[in-house]
């Protein structure tokens, strides 16, 4: 017989759990929203039964390592708690649905979208455990290191985006150069005639990024980011624009 077994406290004072709590081995649904515990419970560790955890409006700041006992869970909610960071091992977790609204996260690991889950920036419903609501709700997140906006953007930018983003925390021998301008003023060319040497006359219009190295005679690999030009391209420009790159602006060919 299928024993589902719910345990909701939330709305309450209580700071800890009890020590003989992790024995509800069949425990599926624990929702410890808005109560005052500060620190992950270890006792949850023991609960790999549970399906569905809620930790909304807490004050735990961080997720311990531990969370990849939890293999069978498949709606976490951290709406705002106080967490400050993921650990990789949330990514592993079978999760169908991640709720991440109205925190503020110091950066965020491109293991996020190996969980193929959409971004919804919509409010989630609380009750994940009988909805069909699959994604990682966004809304009003704030990611210190990154303008999160970037999530509304399909997703082969934000894999473009995320790829770019890691390897500039490495240190390469690399320069960025970006081009941007309206359409058909050049751009291309001119990264073509840099690269080489030649001019070559009608190129095709460039839709979404295209990205070009080239590796200079002093062994700098220069990658040029070259913007299609069009105006439904302008509103994904802001999300690429980073300190330690160059910008060449094109106004108009002569
Ligand atoms: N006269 C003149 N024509 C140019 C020059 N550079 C490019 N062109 C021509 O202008 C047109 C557009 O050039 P592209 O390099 O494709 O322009 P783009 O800015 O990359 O355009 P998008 O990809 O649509 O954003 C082509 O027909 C080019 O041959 C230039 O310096 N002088
Ligand atoms: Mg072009």
């Given at each position: ?77 951290l ?43 919509q409010e989630a ?27 509304s ?61 080239w ?34 602006v094109?106004?108009?060919p002569?």
């Amino acid at each position: 017989m299928a024993l589902f077994l719910i345990v909701a406290i939330s709305n309450t004072d209580i700071s800890d759990l009890p020590l003989d709590f992790s024995r509800l081995r069949n425990l599926s649904r624990l929702d410890l929203s808005f109560t005052n515990i500060k620190v992950f419970p270890p006792e949850i560790f023991e609960l790999q039964n549970l399906i569905e955890l809620h930790l909304a409006g807490t004050k735990i700041t961080t997720l311990p390592k531990e969370l990849r006992y939890l293999k069978n869970l498949r709606h976490l909610d951290l709406s705002g708690s106080s967490i400050s960071d993921l650990p990789d091992e949330l990514y592993s977790l079978p999760l169908e649905t991640l709720d991440i609204s109205n925190t503020k996260l110091e950066t965020i690991s491109p293991r996020i979208l190996d969980m193929n889950l959409p971004f919804l920036t919509q409010e989630a419903s609380r009750v994940y455990y009988y909805s069909n609501s699959r994604g990682i709700y966004i809304q009003k997140i704030e990611i210190a290191e990154l303008d999160s906006s970037i999530f509304s953007r399909p997703r082969e930018d934000l894999q473009v985006f995320f790829d770019e983003w890691e390897r500039s925390k490495v240190s390469l021998n690399e320069a960025r150069v970006i081009f941007v301008g309206n359409g058909l003023v050049g751009k291309s060319t001119m990264i073509h005639r840099i690269i080489s040497g030649s001019y070559v006359e009608d190129l095709a219009e460039t839709r979404g990024v295209h990205i070009e190295g080239w590796l200079t005679p002093e062994n700098t690999l220069v990658k040029f980011w070259d913007f299609g030009g069009q105006s439904i391209m302008h509103s994904t420009h802001k999300f690429f624009l980073s300190q330690r790159c160059l910008y060449v602006v094109v106004l108009e060919p002569v």
